[in-house]
DNA sequence: TTATGTCTAATGAACGTTCTATATATAATA
DNA sequence: TATTATATATAGAACGTTCATTAGACATAA
């Protein structure tokens, strides 16, 4: 092979995600080009096109990459012992923290939202999500068991997920200081609330 | 002039804003070439431009007019009688039809949290949620007078906000019906989750 | 006459993608 | 082992398209 780069082609092809990620996050789809990637792995376009048969398929593959990381971290949380409130406890922790270290998952899944086709969405859900859901959805029945399971579960995750979204707007509202934006505070400010509700919280 | 296709140049402006705005919001901004636009208002190009010097311009007045339509709306939705308990359901039942009936503001919204710059989030923030966010901060503090205002005010559109953000994926999610999608069902559980906690819903 | 609204046509840049060539590694063969 | 053939990884250059934007002309209202 000329001039060899990577190892190989899986090294090759992991490299290009690895650097697709970040970037698709940061600037969506249309935002970034193949020029733009290829540059940042020193690659010609051409060898690009070597690797991945288009763009699309270059994306798709960088969203499953970074949705195939994060669901791994996920999947073991809700799994420990102790009462309904505690593991609720627990798991807002470590979710909280965990989509605040790695916001490149968090974006691609807000961008998937927004402009996601349904095959894609599929995707997502089934193979990322939907064990975890199914397990928060029980942990929200263990404590109001006539509740609407779903519905709760699209909340807790609602809560955690809306502060981080905001964070780039919460500085211009009244009221907003940096410390929002540590995962604990987030964190302990959304248990208090699903646990005892507003007049629970002060 | 020529072949006059409005009455004059703020009614252009108008027509061509209206049909940009649910553009912008369906693709976002590189998602709309100003080709469709023209296209769409049925005028060419250069007069498009003759209208707006570039196309940055035509998005921010876009988004500006969709933000102000929907500013209005909120404006008086807190300013009613009753209990606390009361104000917080009839703000909540009244948020959650107003973002679920005109999504474009919605997506809008969702769409600066992912690419705005500081510039158009401190207007967003400024010119649009701020004294509508100060009452629901204030609300909270009725409710619960040691509470962090702040980040009970984001909880609470957040909880609105993410039940509509996610409509597109929780048909893939276990328990997801298309009655979740209902305002009143989302402003019901949500009204019921803050007041009460999970365990206060069932 | 002058300012305004409109058009056709063009410009230059950026983009996704492909063509063609070449150097290297690997496998088959003598 | 030495030689040849094949497949793979790479790059330079170009193609065709789309894009934002502009130049220049023309028509009409004031």
Do not use: W
């Not at 792995?41 to 949705?67: C, E, G, N, W």
């Not at 923290?97 to 899944?109: E, G, T």
């Not at 905001?166 to 505070?185: I, K, S, Y």
């Amino acid at each position: 092979m000329a001039r060899a780069k990577f190892l190989n082609s899986t090294d090759a092809v992991n490299t290009i995600i690895n650097e697709a990620i970040p970037r698709f996050a940061k600037a969506g789809f249309s935002g970034v080009s193949m020029r733009d990637i290829a540059k940042a792995v020193d690659i010609s376009t051409a060898t690009l096109y070597h690797h991945f048969p288009d763009k699309q398929t270059l994306y798709l593959r960088s969203m499953a990459q970074a949705f195939a990381d994060k669901a791994e971290g996920i999947s073991t949380v809700l799994a420990e012992k102790g009462t309904p409130q505690q593991r609720l406890t627990k798991f807002i922790a470590r979710f909280t923290k965990l989509m605040s270290q790695d916001s490149h998952f968090r974006i691609l899944l807000q961008r998937e939202l927004l402009d996601g086709d349904e095959t894609r969405l599929r995707l997502l859900a089934e193979q990322v999500f939907q064990s975890q859901f199914a397990n928060v959805a029980e942990l929200a029945k263990e404590l109001a068991p006539n509740c609407d399971a779903h519905l709760m579960a699209i909340s807790i995750a609602g809560l955690v997920l809306f502060h981080l979204e905001t964070t780039p707007l919460r500085q211009f509202l009244p009221g907003g200081h940096a410390e929002h934006n540590d995962p604990d505070v987030i964190a302990q400010h959304v248990t208090m609330l699903l646990l005892k509700g507003i007049k629970g919280c002060g």
